[in-house]
């Protein structure tokens, strides 16, 4: 569920384009359907998730929602054949004849997001797939930064409620999972980006966990809290040989056949 206290920004999402795809390409490789007739993509952000599924699958009816209506009008304008509606993915019901649910990146958003796979598992015909990707990173140094810097400023009031929880453990999604389902696969894969320098990683996540922190801080506070992120950042990635900086970046898939 994207946080609707400041909308998404599409072209600060989109500076990072190839690596965030990545992901989506590497989900969409495993899906194991050959002629799905519905596929939604759910937290398709400016579109480039959906563009792969209208690749895959051209037959197929293929859909995206979001809950940013700028990331919805930014995937309409990418590809103005499909269907792009607003929603909120915690609460949307599919439509029948769904055989595919895929959510790229935005489940980790969701509050009791376990619940909400049970629920659409539920909704599929035999057969249907359920397939997710979550950044499972709370837990690497850009995220621990964001934690230290928000508690050690004057804005540590503010920022009390700002990181994102930790992702349930992978047995913890079986388990839940497998009730609903005729198989389950789950697996993690560490991504490292090489980016240009500390400051790149500053405005990748500007986009995305920084937001959280951000929205609640005031003009001059968002500049110092950047400042103090960055300088920290800076220390945790050390330049590599060419200059750049390697941001390790894991990340959980889950693919569930009903």
């Known amino acids: 569920m994207r946080q609707a206290n400041e909308d998404w920004k599409p072209t600060l999402y989109l500076k990072f384009e190839d690596e965030r795809t990545r992901p989506s390409r590497d989900l969409v490789a495993q899906v ?6 519905l596929a939604v993509d759910v937290g398709c952000g400016p579109g480039n ?3 792969l599924l209208a690749q895959r699958w051209p037959q197929a009816e293929v859909i995206g929602i979001d809950s940013s209506p700028n ?4 995937a309409s304008e990418r590809m103005p054949s499909l269907r792009f509606e607003v929603a909120d993915v915690a609460t949307w019901q599919p439509a029948a004849g769904t055989d595919l649910i895929f959510g790229n990146a935005v489940f980790q ?4 997001h376990l619940i909400v796979f049970e629920r659409l598992l539920d909704t599929l015909p035999e057969g249907g797939v359920l397939a997710v990707q979550m ?3 709370v837990e690497e140094p850009s995220h621990r930064l964001m934690r230290e810097t928000a508690a050690s400023g004057p ?3 503010k920022l009390a409620n700002a990181s994102r929880d930790v992702l349930p453990t992978v047995g913890e999604y079986y388990d839940r999972l497998k009730p609903h389902a005729q198989r389950v696969e789950i697996w993690h894969t ?3 980006h090489a980016l240009d320098g500390a400051p790149a990683i500053v405005e990748w996540f500007k986009s995305t966990a920084l937001r959280t922190y951000l929205s609640a801080l005031d003009s001059s506070e968002q500049a110092a809290f950047l400042d103090a992120y960055t300088a ?3 220390e945790a990635y050390p330049a590599r040989v060419d200059g750049k900086v390697l941001l390790r970046f894991p990340r959980l898939f889950i693919v569930a056949v009903r």
């Open 232 to 234: 920290r950042i800076t």
């Open 71 to 74: 990331m919805v009008k930014q």
């Open 32 to 37: 194991p359907l050959e002629r799905p007739r």
């Open 190 to 192: 560490n991504y490292n």
């Open 109 to 112: 958003w969701v509050p009791d």
């Open 135 to 137: 950044p499972d990173n």
């Open 49 to 51: 998730s959906t563009e």
């Open 155 to 157: 804005w540590a009031g």
